[in-house]
């Protein structure tokens, strides 16, 4: 059985306890009205796979069993039990329950007390979810960063083959102007891939055999910040499968983030889900992918003792550095192993792909963050959010005990400080990094309302 099997509406606790209303401010803001602690619904929210894991194995559980202050653990404010309860149906049909991506044909889907996604809405998105408020609330959406992860790239090499390079034995490494040819389609073999010694071995091994591309048939996260990435490599256009003329960025997200290149002829697996992409992976030689590290570990089908270093299938060190002899890194802390660890994302510096990141507030639109090409660690990290609101009551449907359970909720999953470190601290060893810096600063502003931005509310 793989470890991290996971069931779909995992809850906590009954609540059944009256609401006190208790008021907060924020300078220059509406005022927002919650609940008395602990004393909200249950609520559900639905979402991106690549935080499915930190919501099922951390952020959940601990909201109801840890003594953090801003936890629900039958010890804190009115002592009530809250269920929180997360589904992974992906970023592209979490964004569209809300009304973003629906092209009209759906609106707000008031089921879903939060949305996660990796994917952070634009502008367009921003405004599509928005225009279903029942009274006009400007900004009213939230876009909150609740955790960092690793989009690596994992292949399956051609029957017969192993791999090995100069600094990462029985792996490829692939620099950045290889990793952004592959999926453009002008490196079309695995034995045109030569740097730092990347070298194909194997008595019935054909290293002139070409590279099969495997992308998700629906939107993600991974490839959201793999074509951001990409983006920074190469400006340059190309032909899309649709005919268009458009660049790495053009297709990032919405609606062309299902879109590639004509000339990679990728193959789209049949289902939805980060899973879909690792099973095909897998099954496919002389095939690449990519997705969620925490996800791909879980598997089990790229580490040792069935995958990782001197096998065919394994995840592939990034270039970080630049230079003569450029350097690679791990999506992982500690390399393509079994045992779980964390996303190799610490001290990521953040941009909009030319000046530091991140945006104002959690109010603004998220979609442009990316990485840079040189870091100190792994390059091809991102952020995965949670969509709330700062007026709940905007949005027919909804309630105050509500917004009371998703901003306590995101306040636990945002702490740093409590006896047990809250929830950014409890990421560690689940194949995630918590937030640090700017973006935690402004993410727990955002939520708690001391930014003079508002605050998650009714």
């Known amino acids: 059985m793989r470890r991290r099997q996971l069931k ?13 209303v208790v008021v907060f401010f924020a300078p220059g803001v509406a005022q927002a009205s919650l609940g008395t602690q602990c004393a909200g619904s249950n609520v559900t929210g639905q979402g991106a796979s690549a935080i499915s894991l930190a919501m099922h194995e951390v952020f959940i559980p601990g909201f109801g069993s840890q003594s953090d202050k801003y936890a629900c653990n039958g010890t804190q404010g009115s002592k009530g039990l809250p269920v929180v309860t997360y589904t992974n149906t992906g970023s592209g049909a979490g964004l569209k329950s809300w009304g973003a991506n629906a092209s009209g044909e759906h609106k707000y889907e008031a089921t879903n007390a939060f949305i996660g996604t990796s994917e952070a809405p634009n502008a367009t998105q921003k405004a599509e979810i928005e225009a279903n408020e029942t009274k006009l609330v400007p900004n009213a959406l939230q876009t909150v960063p609740v955790v960092q992860f690793a989009t690596a790239i994992i292949v399956n090499l051609p029957s017969g083959c192993t791999a090995t390079s100069t600094s990462n034995k029985g792996r490829l490494v692939l620099n950045n102007s290889t990793l952004e040819g592959i999926w453009r389609g002008t490196i079309n073999k695995w034995s045109e891939i030569t740097e730092n010694g990347d070298k194909l071995e194997g008595g019935a091994c054909n290293a002139a055999t070409p590279i099969t591309r495997i992308v998700r048939k629906d939107s993600s996260g991974p490839a959201h910040f793999l074509k951001k990435y990409l983006g920074l490599i190469n400006k340059a256009t190309f032909e899309t499968e649709k005919g268009a003329t458009k660049t790495w960025d053009e297709i990032s997200e919405g609606t062309e983030n299902i879109t590639w290149p004509k000339a990679i002829n990728a193959v789209k697996t049949a289902s939805n889900g980060e899973a879909a992409m690792d099973e095909l992976v897998s099954k496919t030689p002389s095939s690449i992918g990519f997705g969620n590290l925490a996800e791909i570990r879980g598997t089990k089908l790229f580490t040792p003792p069935t995958g990782g270093p001197n096998t065919t299938t394994f995840w592939v060190p990034i270039q970080d ?7 690679y890194a791990d999506p992982a802390s500690n390399k393509d192993v079994a045992a779980v660890a964390e996303a190799n994302c ?15 507030s959690v109010t603004a639109p998220w979609n442009e963050v990316t990485t840079r090409t040189v870091e100190p660690k792994y390059t091809l990290c991102g952020l995965a959010f949670v969509l709330a609101f700062d007026s709940y009551s905007a949005f027919a449907g909804t309630s105050e005990p509500e917004a009371t359970t998703v901003e306590n909720f995101l306040s636990y999953s ?10 950014q601290h409890l990421l560690k060893k689940h194949d995630y990094e918590p937030l640090t810096g700017t973006v935690l600063k402004e993410a727990a502003a955002g939520v708690r309302g001391k930014s003079g931005k508002g605050g998650t509310g009714f």
């Open 321 to 327: 550095k630049s230079g003569e002899t450029p350097a």
């Open 346 to 360: 610490a001290k990521t510096e953040y941009t909009d792909g030319e000046t530091a990141f991140p945006p104002s």
């Open 8 to 20: 779909h509406g995992l809850g906590l606790a009954q609540v059944l306890c009256t609401v006190a």
């Open 414 to 423: 945002l702490d740093t400080n409590g006896p047990t470190g809250g929830g």
